[in-house]
């Protein structure tokens, strides 16, 4: 079983940055993708970014595109979300999340992946 756990979430102001991590344990991060979900209140979760198994490949929602990088040190079994320029619109919880496929395009549907963590809410005031 793996197990997610996401930290450095918190307030910041419009405009302001965030890293965001997400540590695993339990089974074999490095061979994992890794991706970030967002969910605000009332809404449904959203794909926000996918990092491939060996960091060759990524994917970002348009929302999110040119403000945001993910990345991940496989030594540390740890995938980031670095966010600047950040919104209002961008408040939610942020979750990661890891997919155990190797094969096929990069997954932005939460239906792709096997585990979760449990959130870290940011919250970005205007």
């Known amino acids: 079983q793996v197990h997610l756990v996401e930290s450095g979430g918190g307030l910041v102001q419009a405009g302001g940055s965030l890293r965001l991590s997400c540590t695993a344990s339990?089974?074999?991060?490095?061979?994992?993708?890794m991706g970030w979900f967002r969910q605000a209140p009332g809404k449904e979760r959203e794909f926000v970014a996918v990092?491939?198994?060996?960091?060759?490949?990524?994917a970002y929602a348009d929302s999110v595109r040119g403000r945001t990088t993910i990345s991940r040190d496989n030594a540390k079994n740890t995938v980031y979300l670095q966010m600047n320029s950040l919104k209002p619109e961008d408040t939610a919880v942020y979750y990661c999340?890891?997919?155990?496929?190797?094969?096929?395009?990069?997954?932005?549907?939460?239906?792709?992946?096997?585990?979760w963590g449990q959130g870290t809410q940011v919250t970005v005031s205007s």
């Open positions: 999340a890891a997919d155990r496929r190797t094969t096929g395009p990069l997954g932005s549907t939460a239906v792709a992946y096997d585990y």
């Open positions: 339990g089974g074999t991060f490095s061979s994992y993708r």
């Open positions: 990092i491939s198994w060996n960091y060759e490949r990524t």
